[in-house]
Protein backbone atom coordinates (compact mmCIF):
# COMPACT_ATOMS: atom_id res chain seq x y z
CA UNK A 1 0.00 0.00 0.00
CA UNK A 2 1.48 3.56 -0.72
CA UNK A 3 0.70 6.87 1.11
CA UNK A 4 -0.39 9.46 -0.64
CA UNK A 5 -0.80 12.89 0.75
CA UNK A 6 -3.36 13.10 3.27
CA UNK A 7 -5.42 15.79 0.79
CA UNK A 8 -4.59 14.56 -2.34
CA UNK A 9 -6.81 11.21 -2.54
CA UNK A 10 -7.16 11.06 -6.84
CA UNK A 11 -11.12 10.68 -7.67
CA UNK A 12 -11.78 6.64 -8.24
CA UNK A 13 -13.78 7.95 -11.45
CA UNK A 14 -12.12 10.85 -13.47
CA UNK A 15 -8.54 10.48 -11.59
CA UNK A 16 -8.77 14.21 -10.78
CA UNK A 17 -6.08 14.46 -8.23
CA UNK A 18 -8.07 16.02 -5.63
CA UNK A 19 -11.53 15.76 -3.99
CA UNK A 20 -13.55 17.18 -0.78
CA UNK A 21 -14.32 15.74 2.41
CA UNK A 22 -17.87 15.93 2.68
CA UNK A 23 -18.23 13.53 6.01
CA UNK A 24 -15.71 11.82 8.59
CA UNK A 25 -16.10 8.96 10.70
CA UNK A 26 -14.61 7.29 13.24
CA UNK A 27 -15.01 3.37 13.58
CA UNK A 28 -16.32 2.07 16.98
CA UNK A 29 -12.83 1.09 17.77
CA UNK A 30 -10.91 4.24 17.39
CA UNK A 31 -8.85 1.98 14.35
CA UNK A 32 -10.02 3.25 11.06
CA UNK A 33 -11.44 6.85 9.91
CA UNK A 34 -14.38 6.67 7.18
CA UNK A 35 -14.13 9.87 4.91
CA UNK A 36 -17.21 10.28 2.36
CA UNK A 37 -15.53 12.54 -0.44
CA UNK A 38 -16.98 14.20 -3.62
CA UNK A 39 -14.42 14.71 -6.42
CA UNK A 40 -14.96 18.87 -7.65
CA UNK A 41 -14.00 17.42 -11.37
CA UNK A 42 -16.66 15.45 -11.88
CA UNK A 43 -19.27 15.81 -8.28
CA UNK A 44 -19.71 11.91 -7.84
CA UNK A 45 -18.74 10.96 -4.16
CA UNK A 46 -16.78 7.62 -3.02
CA UNK A 47 -15.72 6.83 0.43
CA UNK A 48 -11.69 6.13 1.91
CA UNK A 49 -11.04 4.28 4.82
CA UNK A 50 -7.89 5.54 6.90
CA UNK A 51 -6.16 2.97 9.58
CA UNK A 52 -3.55 4.13 11.29
CA UNK A 53 -0.99 1.26 11.68
CA UNK A 54 0.19 0.40 15.33
CA UNK A 55 3.33 -1.79 15.87
CA UNK A 56 4.57 -3.12 18.56
CA UNK A 57 8.04 -3.79 18.78
CA UNK A 58 9.34 -6.96 20.42
CA UNK A 59 12.57 -6.87 22.61
CA UNK A 60 14.65 -9.06 19.32
CA UNK A 61 13.62 -5.02 18.08
CA UNK A 62 11.64 -6.76 15.49
CA UNK A 63 7.81 -5.07 14.80
CA UNK A 64 4.72 -6.38 13.99
CA UNK A 65 1.18 -5.32 14.05
CA UNK A 66 -0.30 -4.46 17.26
CA UNK A 67 -3.10 -7.27 17.77
CA UNK A 68 -5.93 -7.67 20.21
CA UNK A 69 -6.03 -11.87 19.95
CA UNK A 70 -1.98 -11.40 21.22
CA UNK A 71 -3.34 -9.28 24.02
CA UNK A 72 -6.15 -12.20 25.09
CA UNK A 73 -3.82 -14.89 24.69
CA UNK A 74 -0.83 -13.18 27.29
CA UNK A 75 -3.78 -12.72 29.72
CA UNK A 76 -6.04 -15.64 29.30
CA UNK A 77 -3.37 -17.80 31.22
CA UNK A 78 -3.57 -15.54 33.97
CA UNK A 79 -7.21 -15.73 34.02
CA UNK A 80 -7.08 -19.30 34.16
CA UNK A 81 -9.92 -20.64 36.75
CA UNK A 82 -10.97 -17.06 37.19
CA UNK A 83 -14.50 -15.57 36.52
CA UNK A 84 -13.36 -13.67 33.65
CA UNK A 85 -15.11 -14.79 30.30
CA UNK A 86 -14.29 -14.50 26.60
CA UNK A 87 -16.87 -11.08 26.18
CA UNK A 88 -14.20 -9.59 29.38
CA UNK A 89 -11.05 -10.51 27.93
CA UNK A 90 -12.46 -8.98 24.06
CA UNK A 91 -13.38 -5.82 26.30
CA UNK A 92 -9.54 -5.70 27.63
CA UNK A 93 -7.62 -6.29 24.51
CA UNK A 94 -10.01 -3.35 22.98
CA UNK A 95 -9.41 -0.85 26.24
CA UNK A 96 -5.75 -1.51 25.78
CA UNK A 97 -5.96 -1.10 22.26
CA UNK A 98 -7.73 1.95 22.34
CA UNK A 99 -5.53 3.25 25.11
CA UNK A 100 -2.25 3.03 22.62
CA UNK A 101 -4.19 4.57 20.47
CA UNK A 102 -5.18 7.40 22.21
CA UNK A 103 -1.32 8.20 22.73
CA UNK A 104 -0.95 8.74 19.03
CA UNK A 105 2.00 6.60 18.83
CA UNK A 106 2.28 4.52 15.46
CA UNK A 107 4.82 2.04 17.59
CA UNK A 108 5.12 0.51 21.03
CA UNK A 109 7.24 -1.21 22.98
CA UNK A 110 5.76 -4.92 23.96
CA UNK A 111 7.31 -4.36 27.29
CA UNK A 112 4.79 -1.14 27.71
CA UNK A 113 1.72 -2.90 26.47
CA UNK A 114 2.27 -5.54 28.91
CA UNK A 115 2.21 -2.51 31.85
CA UNK A 116 -0.68 -0.98 29.78
CA UNK A 117 -2.43 -4.34 30.17
CA UNK A 118 -1.92 -4.20 34.03
CA UNK A 119 -4.35 -1.39 34.48
CA UNK A 120 -7.73 -2.93 32.93
CA UNK A 121 -6.15 -6.08 33.82
CA UNK A 122 -6.33 -5.23 37.84
CA UNK A 123 -10.28 -4.02 37.52
CA UNK A 124 -11.46 -7.13 35.71
CA UNK A 125 -9.62 -9.18 38.56
CA UNK A 126 -7.33 -8.81 41.13
CA UNK A 127 -6.03 -12.70 41.37
CA UNK A 128 -5.61 -12.26 37.52
CA UNK A 129 -3.66 -9.35 37.75
CA UNK A 130 -1.01 -10.24 40.59
CA UNK A 131 -0.63 -13.50 38.44
CA UNK A 132 0.45 -11.67 35.34
CA UNK A 133 1.70 -8.59 37.26
CA UNK A 134 3.86 -12.01 38.91
CA UNK A 135 5.19 -12.89 35.87
CA UNK A 136 5.39 -9.85 34.02
CA UNK A 137 7.47 -7.72 36.14
CA UNK A 138 9.41 -10.86 37.40
CA UNK A 139 8.34 -10.75 40.92
CA UNK A 140 11.19 -12.80 42.75
CA UNK A 141 10.12 -13.17 46.75
CA UNK A 142 6.75 -13.39 48.99
CA UNK A 143 7.97 -9.53 49.46
CA UNK A 144 7.39 -8.71 46.04
CA UNK A 145 3.68 -10.14 46.11
CA UNK A 146 3.42 -8.21 49.44
CA UNK A 147 4.02 -4.92 48.10
CA UNK A 148 1.36 -5.87 45.03
CA UNK A 149 -0.90 -6.85 47.17
CA UNK A 150 -0.26 -3.72 49.75
CA UNK A 151 -1.14 -1.60 46.67
CA UNK A 152 -4.26 -3.58 45.45
CA UNK A 153 -5.43 -3.16 49.49
CA UNK A 154 -4.83 0.48 49.53
CA UNK A 155 -6.14 1.27 46.07
CA UNK A 156 -9.29 -0.65 47.26
CA UNK A 157 -9.63 1.84 50.49
CA UNK A 158 -9.20 4.39 48.75
CA UNK A 159 -11.77 3.57 45.88
CA UNK A 160 -13.74 2.89 48.77
CA UNK A 161 -13.85 6.04 49.97
CA UNK A 162 -14.44 7.23 47.35
CA UNK A 163 -17.62 5.68 47.04
CA UNK A 164 -18.72 6.30 50.42
CA UNK A 165 -18.02 10.06 50.15
CA UNK A 166 -20.37 9.75 46.86
CA UNK A 167 -23.24 8.05 48.50
CA UNK A 168 -23.26 10.22 51.57
CA UNK A 169 -23.32 13.38 49.10
CA UNK A 170 -26.72 12.11 48.55
CA UNK A 171 -27.80 10.75 52.09
CA UNK A 172 -25.94 12.97 54.50
CA UNK A 173 -28.06 11.79 57.19
CA UNK A 174 -27.46 8.29 56.86
CA UNK A 175 -24.31 7.41 58.97
CA UNK A 176 -21.52 4.46 57.29
CA UNK A 177 -21.78 1.17 58.48
CA UNK A 178 -18.42 0.79 59.88
ZN1 LIG B 1 -13.87 12.81 -10.50
Known sequence: MTHR???SVYCPFCRNPDSRVVDSRMADDGSAIR???QCPECGRRFTTVETTSLSVIKRSG???PFSRS???NGVRKAC???PVSEDDLALLAQEVEENIRASGAAEIDAHEVGLIILGPLQKLDKVAY???ASVYQA???LEDFESAIALLRHEAEVEAKGADAKRSEGKSSEKSPL
Open 130 to 132: LRF
Open 139 to 141: FES
Open 62 to 64: VGE
Open 5 to 7: GRN
Open 35 to 37: RRR
Open 70 to 72: KVI
Open 80 to 82: QGR
